[in-house]
């Protein structure tokens, strides 16, 4: 079974970093999307990035470009997203989530395994 395990909650004041980890397990994630999206409360989930596995190759939000970043450990079967630059619209629920498609897909309906959810709180 797929498992993805999100860490590094955290509460962070405007201007502050933050980086969260996805720990990826149950098969081998060589040709899969990694991605990470969010959700603020009474909003959708929204997209912040994805990278693919077998070559690095990243895609990100236009609202996040230049203060997020996100990358893999293969050794680990990790995934992190570094944040810096937080601002309070940061603030939501953060998902680490797996795609078989090896497409760099932005629509969360697209993706085939979740985690559990991290809480990103940023003070202004």
């Known amino acids: 079974q797929v498992q993805l395990v999100e860490s590094g909650e955290g509460l962070v004041q405007a201007g502050g970093s933050l980086r969260l980890s996805c720990a990826a397990s149950g098969r081998t994630f060589s040709n899969y999307v990694m991605g990470w999206f969010r959700q603020a409360p009474g909003k959708e989930r929204e997209f912040v990035a994805a990278?693919?596995?077998?070559?690095?190759?990243?895609y990100y939000a236009d609202s996040v470009k230049g203060r997020i970043t996100i990358s893999r450990d293969n050794a680990k079967n990790t995934v992190y997203l570094q944040m810096n630059s937080l601002k309070p619209e940061d603030t939501a629920v953060y998902y680490c989530?797996?795609?078989?498609?090896?497409?760099?897909?932005?629509?969360?309906?697209?993706?085939?395994?979740w985690g559990q959810g991290t809480q990103v709180t940023v003070s202004s």
């Open positions: 989530a797996a795609d078989a498609s090896r497409l760099l897909f932005t629509t969360y309906t697209e993706y085939d395994y």
């Open positions: 990278i693919r596995w077998s070559d690095g190759i990243t």
